[in-house]
């Protein structure tokens, strides 16, 4: 006698899953800039220069100098040329008084020569080629910078981030089983 067997036939579950994966972008827009150059500043002030000519010892080189300076010369040479004159009034004076013993009479020698005028007065200066004093005195440069540069403001912008999340579809594929046969059996005896 044979046993029957009994057919189990099973069948797994199976599991579906779909993904849809996840979507981003990120974009980063290039920062806004403003730049602005300062320009640098140059100024450059030169005052004019200053020329002195004195010409006062030329001018008493030629006789023309102030009549304080030439009373001063003169006065200067009062004493000496006073001297002189008397000097030469005691020379006449001693060929007067010595008449007995000079040949000629020198009354008509004095007479003749009363009014001869003395040595002149010297009331001009020295003369030189070296009269004239010239001076010159240069502006002073003034130089004043000011330092440009650049004015820059930087705003930086915000990302962009789009983001799509993914989605995961889960489904049945197959269900799960189980087929159980059984044995056939001989009802027949």
Do not use: C
């Amino acid at each position: 006698m044979t046993i029957g067997h009994i057919q189990i036939h099973q069948q797994p579950a199976l599991i579906g899953i779909q993904v849809r994966p996840a979507e981003q972008r990120i974009e980063q827009p290039q920062a806004t800039m403003d730049m602005r150059q300062i320009p640098a500043k140059l100024s450059i002030e030169q005052p004019m220069g200053v020329l002195e000519v004195n010409q006062e010892r030329a001018w008493d080189g030629l006789g023309l100098a102030n009549n304080l300076e030439v009373s001063s010369r003169i006065y200067s040479q009062a004493k000496e040329l006073a001297l002189q004159g008397v000097a030469r009034r005691m020379q006449e004076g001693r060929q007067l008084a010595d008449l007995a013993h000079v040949k000629s009479n020198p009354i008509p020698e004095i007479a003749k020569n009363w009014r001869k005028e003395g040595p002149e007065l010297p009331v001009a200066g020295p003369a030189s080629i070296d009269n004239v004093d010239v001076s010159f005195t240069p502006g002073k440069v003034q130089i004043e910078v000011e330092e440009g540069g650049v004015d820059l403001r930087v705003t930086p912008n915000r990302p962009i981030h789009d983001y799509t999340p993914g989605k995961a579809e889960i489904y049945m594929r197959q269900y799960a089983s189980v087929q159980i046969t059984p044995p056939s059996i001989d009802t027949m005896l």
